[in-house]
């Protein structure tokens, strides 16, 4: 175990110090966690394979998932990738420094253990100032997937990075919660027609504003089978688990970013997704909640303030261990801001079943129905 140094910006030694002995760090082959504008990154330096083969090892992720370059200077895209297309430049033009991480065929001298074996690589440039701060003191490539243990929510707070990597990092710069809150939308654009991988912030209609056509990578789009539940059934547990889909249903070929496929951003309790209306969702919410009760299931939900309000009238008693408002800001939104810090915040509480409302999958609901959808691990249930 080594010892982990947590920096918190706004603190001594300042940020100037903070930034010179973490780029010392990467460019002498260890670890900086660090934030970004999606969500905190676990860096190493990309030209040094001993780092990459250290971020799988600090991550316990399988070396075959590819890590995401982070530039910081867009002339040295050429530096990690070659027969670049046009249409890359358009989408840097349109949304770097940014969200977003196109994919494209990788340069020779980019070590392979950086791009799990692949031929091509992922390319990022943030916008956080900080991000990109360290990327420059770094050398300019920075290696990062997200700066969690595999298979967790990302962390879009500093103490969440330090639970999961403390003694497996050499350094977390904390500049508390991140802006977005969800991991990059990644485009391939390796083929014919380019496809997003992943979706985020920079939406379908976003990038269609500048490529003309897009496409969806069709596992994105397939149905997990719905669990069936019977509200009238009063046995607990095993009702919800009976007819659970196999976790990693995906299409024959499977997802193409090779990290879509694992389990993902789950929780310890256990997330249920209703997709309903309203007053469907309120009905069914409230059954399932007296349920836990009887039976002493901690229970969580994650509610907009409209749901809330509806929920608590003429009710005396708590509605569930824990509520997480979402506010009265627009739900998608919210929810992409929220979401990971709240499965967080619910293993915190020691919480064991976690209720939410869906948001529609279009724009970025996709986006957040996709990490949803994931946590859940199949337990959708249409109203
Ligand atoms: O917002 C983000 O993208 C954050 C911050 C830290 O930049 N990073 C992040 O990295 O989410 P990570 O490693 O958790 O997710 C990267 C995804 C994985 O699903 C991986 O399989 C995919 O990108 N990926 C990386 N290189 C690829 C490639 N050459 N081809 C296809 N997919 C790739
Ligand atoms: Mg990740």
Redesign the pocket.
């Known amino acids: 175990m080594k010892e982990t140094i947590w920096w918190k910006i706004g603190d001594p030694p300042g940020q100037d110090a903070i930034l010179k002995q973490a780029g010392e760090i990467l460019q002498n082959g260890g670890l900086v966690a660090f934030p970004?504008e999606?969500?905190?990154?676990l860096g190493g330096d990309a030209f040094n394979p001993a780092s990459s083969k250290r971020i799988y090892a600090a991550k316990g992720r399988p070396s075959d998932?590819?890590?995401?370059v982070?530039i910081c200077r867009l002339s040295d895209l050429e530096k990690t990738a070659v027969s670049i297309p046009k249409d890359a430049y358009r989408l840097a033009e349109a949304f770097w420094p940014g969200?977003l991480?196109m994919?494209l065929k990788k340069t020779a001298a980019l070590p392979s253990e950086t791009?799990?074996g692949?031929d091509?690589?992922?390319v990022?440039f943030?916008s956080h100032p900080l991000a990109q701060a360290l990327i420059d003191a770094a050398g300019g490539f920075v290696a990062?997937?997200?700066a969690n243990t595999s298979g967790r929510p990302?962390p879009t707070v500093g103490k969440y990075v330090y639970e999961d990597l403390c003694g497996r990092i050499d350094m977390l710069i904390d500049d508390g919660q991140v802006g977005l809150g969800l991991?990059?939308t990644?485009v391939?654009l390796t083929e014919d027609h380019p496809m997003i991988?992943?979706p985020g912030f920079i939406t379908e209609t976003m990038l269609r504003s500048v490529l003309g056509d897009v496409s969806l990578d069709p596992a994105l789009l397939e149905k997990q089978k719905a669990p069936d539940l019977d509200p009238q059934k009063t046995q607990d547990q095993a009702d919800l688990k009976s007819g659970m889909p196999a976790h990693s249903a995906h299409t024959h070929t499977g997802p193409?970013?090779?990290?879509?496929k694992y389990k993902h951003y789950a929780p310890k309790g256990e997330v249920i997704i209703f997709e309903g209306d309203e007053e469907k969702v309120s009905e069914r919410l409230l059954y399932e909640l007296q349920k836990d009760q009887k039976n002493g299931t901690r229970s969580g939900v994650i509610l907009s303030e409209r749901m809330l309000e509806r929920l608590q009238r003429g009710k005396k008693e708590t509605l569930a261990d824990s509520v997480k408002c979402l506010g009265s800001s627009d739900d998608t939104q919210a929810m992409a801001h929220m979401l990971f810090r709240f499965l967080r915040e619910f293993d915190d509480e020691g919480i064991q079943r976690i209720y939410v409302r869906a948001v529609a999958q279009e724009g970025l609901g996709l986006a957040v129905m996709n990490r949803l959808k994931k946590a859940a691990g199949g337990r959708i249930i249409s109203l």
């Open positions: 970004t999606t969500v905190y990154g998932n590819p890590l995401i982070h969200p991480t994919i791009t799990g692949l091509t690589v992922a990022r943030p990062a997937p997200s990302s991991e990059s990644i391939d991988l992943r193409k970013a090779p990290g879509m």
